[in-house]
């Protein structure tokens, strides 16, 4: 119903795609449309496929019956809102190609370090306040910050203007994308951006910038009631926010920066970054684990925490891993590691039924012929001869 009622208000083109929910409890599908299988049945509106029909269902985003779909687990623990504007999010996905818009994340190392990571942080608050004020010369001021503590990181990391701006354009207009057609706007749209800014001052999440900066930069060029959707893809969104509200940047940009980083709500951010959590993550990982074979396995990836532990791998939250042994779900509140041999859960709290394992905030449901067996460096699961 949403797609048919602002199918292409947003972007001028459609952005019904199909949409597929798998629910793996009783291993069934429902789709919103039919697929021609002859194993369909319908209820209402909504068509049920056994799930073993498809195996490849793992990503948000993919390709089913030779059609790009958005692939969402009936598990996923969500309100009518967040649901509509993930779907909404990854339908953006689902038809960026034709307006242009590359599918890239690159690596953004440069926002792990504490200078690139204070100088994002600062740029973001300064973003809210100028989505917040009403006022435009207040707004422009605002904007203006941001896009000098830009212009700083961009002179002291020369490879970051392409990395940020590509992934601010894949993943920033589909944050974008679906807060918009969710119906996120006025005091809950700030809201969202206020948790996650605050958030992301306690999380080492640097994958997770783009999203932010990005949409913050679409919705203010919304603000400015020009045709900026024009410009897309060939200008950064930064690029149109500071080309829509008449701001040049480059000149005052150390005064500004030098001057905003003084402030006193400003000047704690640093050591927020250094108090990270990767110490408390090294030592959740470091006795009494479990460890599940790497091998031949599928990510879903939903994370919105990756900290990278050196010589350990790298911690996410919010996944669901499957495999050869089983099926794995870590939910948004909890925590595993993937390293270069293994994938490595804390075992503190961990209870084992027949075939369902459980801990603090995940869940493994193994296989037949597999079971957890213990050495000198913990409990780790394995194959039946």
Not at 27 to 42: C, F, H, I, T
Not at 158 to 179: C, I
Not at 305 to 325: A, E, F, M, Q, R
Not at 331 to 357: C, F, P, Q
Request: one cysteine or more; charged letters at 25%; proline letters at 3%.
């Amino acid at each position: 119903k949403l797609s048919e009622k602002k199918d292409t208000q947003l972007w001028g083109i459609s952005m019904d795609v199909p949409v597929i929910i798998v629910d793996r409890e009783h291993q069934v599908l429902y789709l919103d449309r039919p697929s021609g299988d002859p194993n369909e049945a319908k209820y209402e509106n909504v068509f049920i496929l056994p799930l073993d029909t498809t195996s490849e269902l793992i990503e948000p985003v993919s390709t089913w019956h030779g059609q790009k779909c958005v692939v969402m687990d009936l598990s996923r623990s969500s309100g009518r809102k967040e649901l509509m504007a993930f779907i909404a999010h990854e339908s953006f996905h689902c038809v960026q190609d034709q307006l242009g818009i590359e599918a890239s994340n690159p690596s953004l190392p440069h926002l792990s370090t504490i200078q690139g990571r204070t100088l994002m942080q600062v740029e973001l608050m300064e973003l809210l306040k100028a989505m917040e004020q009403e006022n435009l010369e207040l707004k422009t001021n605002h904007i203006k910050n941001a896009l000098c503590l830009r212009t700083i990181r961009y002179r002291n990391f020369k490879d970051a203007r392409p990395v940020e701006g590509k992934t601010e354009m894949n993943e920033g207009l589909a944050q974008y994308t679906g807060l918009t057609r969710a119906g996120y706007s006025g005091e809950a749209l700030l809201n969202e951006y206020r948790i996650a800014i605050r958030n992301f001052q306690h999380i080492q999440n640097e994958a997770g910038y783009p999203y932010y900066s990005g949409s913050l930069y679409a919705f203010l060029n919304d603000q400015s009631g020009k045709h900026w959707k024009k410009h897309l893809p060939k200008t950064y969104l930064h690029e149109i926010t500071a080309s829509v509200y008449g701001i040049d940047a480059e000149k005052t940009a150390e005064h500004v920066v030098d001057e905003l980083l003084l402030k006193d709500e400003y000047k704690d951010i640093s050591s927020l970054f250094m108090a990270n959590s990767v110490e408390e993550l090294t030592a959740l990982f470091s006795t009494n684990i479990l460890k599940l074979p790497l091998k031949e396995i599928q990510v879903q990836f939903r994370s919105n925490l990756v900290v990278s532990i050196p010589d350990k791998g790298t911690v996410y939250n919010n996944i669901v891993v499957t495999g050869d042994w089983g099926r794995l779900n870590v939910t948004r509140e909890g925590r595993v590691l993937i390293s270069k041999d293994a994938i490595v859960l804390n075992a503190d709290s961990m209870k084992a039924g027949d075939k369902h394992v459980k801990g603090e905030n995940w869940i493994l449901e193994m296989n037949d012929d597999w079971e957890i067996s213990v050495n000198e460096d913990g409990q780790y699961l394995e194959k039946h001869n």
